[in-house]
């Protein structure tokens, strides 16, 4: 098993979504193992619809807890759910310029393939306004059936999977009717991907582009 640690090295970090939650379901235990491990960690985030609604409130809560002794900045748009394509400029507009006032060491971000037509818009975005940063795709299994073949793994202890699941049952009661919303889901990938990476739990990530430095 081959392991690179940069947490050490990890100062600031974008993650963006196309729906509140997104990051949480996709990224939360990482989040929470960056967090911990880095108190005082920059962490701008950018979620693209729920503006002024109780989801936005949710989305506050619920990353507030996910970042724990971070400086947390947070911006949630208005576009409408499911049309992302259909607001391309508003959408690019607010990315280039998350670019343009952030300098992050690590980016979160949808994968590129989502099945989704918003997190897949938003995703392939980042990868052209954040080309120079390393930009760990997260997965969020859906109805839709995508989920791949995943190349990089964050490992969670068996104590932040646990909060992750409880972190998201409490902080987005709006998403309590979804079928797919539940423990056994979110626990069930996360322990799929903890055996393939050796490890009880773990989040997953697709990787566009990644270069190494091992010699210096």
């Known amino acids: 098993m081959i392991r690179l640690g940069a947490a050490g090295g990890v100062d600031r970090v974008v993650a963006v979504g196309a729906h509140c939650d997104d990051i949480a379901i996709g990224a939360g235990g990482t989040l929470l193992a960056l967090c911990r491990a880095r108190p005082g960690l920059r962490v701008d985030v950018l979620v693209l619809s729920g503006g002024g609604s109780a989801r936005e409130q949710e ?21 409408p759910d ?54 760990l795709g997260y997965e ?45 889901a979110f626990l069930g990938l996360a322990r799929i991907r903890g055996i393939e990476c050796h490890a009880r739990y773990a989040e997953a990530f697709a990787v566009t582009k990644l270069v190494l430095n091992l010699g210096g």
């Open 59 to 79: 989305e506050q809560a619920a990353l507030t807890a996910f970042c724990p002794d971070a400086e947390l900045a947070l911006t949630v748009l208005k576009l």
């Open 82 to 135: 499911g049309r992302m394509p259909a607001h391309w400029e508003e959408a690019k507009s607010a990315v280039e310029e998350l670019r343009l006032r952030t300098a992050p060491d690590l980016v979160l971000s949808p994968r590129t393939d989502d099945a989704h037509q918003d997190h897949r818009g938003l995703a392939r975005l980042m990868t052209t306004a954040f080309r120079d940063h390393l930009v």
């Open 140 to 184: 969020i299994a859906k109805w839709d059936g995508d989920l791949g073949r995943p190349v990089a793994y964050q490992p969670l202890t068996p104590e932040t999977a646990e909060e992750k699941v409880r972190l998201l049952e409490e902080h987005y009661p709006s998403q309590h009717h979804r079928s797919w919303y539940d423990r056994e």
